[in-house]
């Protein structure tokens, strides 16, 4: 089954304490990239990679860092979290064909207390 | 960079009834307009798209349009089912999705 995988689905962390957040594909795909979503807010991009070794940053990736050392992972890594990154993230792939299907994960909840 | 709006933020319709969110964007140059359904504890899932060279596209009780000229497109949901009650979030982009800009979303209800 095609499918975009993220782990934990909920995380309750003390600020400060380091976390990452992985997500996983096994479609193949090239891109991947991560959102935040916040009531009233919708969905915002915080990083995004087309490839292996390629990353770039969406809109609001102020505390976030990522990798793409492997082409189905892209692991979202907060370094030191603080409350205002509680957050639903998702991780969502596509392949690069243009007009494609972006596939999201389950999201995770964070809560940084 | 681009910036989409999408109203109503809430929508609440019988039943059997119809049901639109409007979406608008800012930058011209983007010609991909795809529209997400969110369910409750669950990502969002594409349920239909268009793009800049086609004015209007149907896809069984679900129908979108674009007007280029004023960059605004609509979700229209027609014979509407509780089961479409969710969160619909529209999008655009230059094309991939690798980059989508949001709206912030429309809680629609449908009341049995």
């Known amino acids: 089954e095609a499918q975009v995988t993220q782990n934990p689905r909920y995380l309750i962390t003390v600020t400060g304490k380091k976390l990452t957040v992985t997500c996983s594909q096994n479609m193949n795909h090239e891109y991947m990239s991560w959102y935040r979503q916040d009531p009233g807010l919708g969905l915002r991009q915080i990083y995004y990679?087309?490839?292996?070794?390629?990353?770039d940053k969406g809109d609001v990736p102020e505390g976030y860092k990522v990798s793409r050392k492997e082409k189905r992972n892209f692991p979202l890594i907060l370094e030191s979290p603080s409350p205002n990154q509680t957050s639903l993230y998702f991780c969502?792939?596509?392949?690069?064909?243009?007009?494609?299907?972006?596939?999201f994960g389950q999201g995770t909840r964070l809560t940084v207390v | 960079g681009e910036n989409v709006e999408q109203h109503p933020s809430t929508l609440s319709v019988q039943e059997g009834d119809s049901a639109v969110i409007k979406c608008t964007y800012s930058d011209s140059a983007s010609n991909y307009f795809p529209w997400y359904k969110q369910e409750l504890g669950k990502g969002p899932q594409l349920i239909i798209d268009?793009?800049?060279?086609?004015g209007e596209k149907k896809d069984q009780r679900i129908a979108v349009t674009l007007n280029k000229t004023a960059k605004h497109f609509s979700l229209h949901i027609t014979e509407t089912q509780p089961e479409d009650s969710a969160v619909y979030f529209c999008?655009?982009?230059?094309?991939?999705?690798?980059?989508?800009?949001f709206g912030k979303g429309t809680k629609l209800t449908v009341n049995p």
């Open positions: 969502a792939s596509s392949s690069p064909s243009r007009y494609t299907e972006a596939f």
């Open positions: 990679s087309m490839n292996v070794e390629v990353t």
């Open positions: 268009i793009r800049s060279n086609v």
């Open positions: 999008a655009a982009s230059k094309g991939g999705s690798e980059k989508l800009v």
